[in-house]
T-cell receptor, first 114, second 114 residues
Framework: DTGVSQDPRHKITKRGQNVTFRCDPI?????LYWYRQTLGQGPEFLTY????????KSRLLSDRFSAERPKGSFSTLEIQRTEQGDSAMYLC????????????FGPGTRLTVT | AQSVTQLGSHVSVSEGALVLLRCNYS??????LFWYVQYPNQGLQLLLK??????LVKGINGFEAEFKKSETSFHLTKPSAHMSDAAEYFC????????????FGKGTRLHILP
């Protein structure tokens, strides 16, 4: 399978705990995006990388959120001191380049904060 | 700033009937426009996209969309609905610089009636 993969697929955590999600993009894709999707909403942009450089962060990305793509391949999204409002589906996508190119989405990580 | 409005959070059509999902966009620059589909428990999949050139765009699974600049619309159609078309559909527009993130609408859930 050469698509975008995400791990874990589901995560249940208690409020205040830290969580980390991983995204493995399609190997030749240099752009990697993170989105958050809540029930009844479309994906909301969080951040994106061009290779290892983080080029933009949404205002949705509070100080408790941090994303990395250390070698320009896989990426991690960490949420510190989780809150119930962080419960959502976290989607990762990758593309060959700018928005002209199709973004390929992974299956997502569903986070539930209790 | 770019934005997308999808009219109707739920649309029901009979099997074999015309599918019409409405999307209006706002963009200060000539937009790139997209339709994505999301099946239950799966990631988003690109149906079709408009970048430049022909305003009638054909996509996968028999779907097509027409870019109408004067109406700032990009409605999605399919002549004959199939049960397998039941899913959530997202219209999206590229970001300010056409070179970065994609901004999604809230989605329209399509129900197919037997």
């Amino acid at each position: 399978d050469t698509g975008v993969s995400q791990d874990p697929r589901h995560k249940i955590t208690k409020r205040g705990q830290n969580v980390t999600f991983r995204c493995d993009p399609i190997s030749e894709h240099n752009r990697l995006y993170w989105y958050r999707q809540t029930l009844g909403q479309g994906p909301e942009f969080l951040t994106y990388f061009q290779n290892e450089a983080q080029l933009e962060k949404s205002r949705l990305l509070s100080d408790r959120f941090s994303a990395e793509r250390p070698k320009g391949s896989f990426s991690t999204l960490e949420i510190q001191r989780t809150e119930q409002g962080d419960s959502a589906m976290y989607l990762c996508a990758s593309s060959l380049g700018q928005s002209l190119y199709e973004q390929y989405f992974g299956p997502g990580t569903r986070l539930t904060v209790t | 700033a770019q934005s997308v409005t999808q009219l109707g959070s739920h649309v029901s059509v009979s099997e074999g009937a015309l599918v019409l999902l409405r999307c209006n966009y706002s963009s200060s620059v000539p937009p790139y426009l997209f339709w994505y589909v999301q099946y239950p428990n799966q990631g988003l999949q690109l149906l079709l996209k408009y970048t430049t050139g022909a305003t009638l765009v054909k996509g996968i699974n028999g779907f097509e969309a027409e870019f109408k600049k004067s109406e700032t619309s990009f409605h999605l159609t399919k002549p004959s609905a199939h049960m397998s078309d039941a899913a959530e559909y997202f219209c999206a527009v590229s970001g300010m610089n056409r070179d970065d993130k994609i901004i999604f609408g809230k989605g329209t859930r399509l129900h197919i009636l037997p």
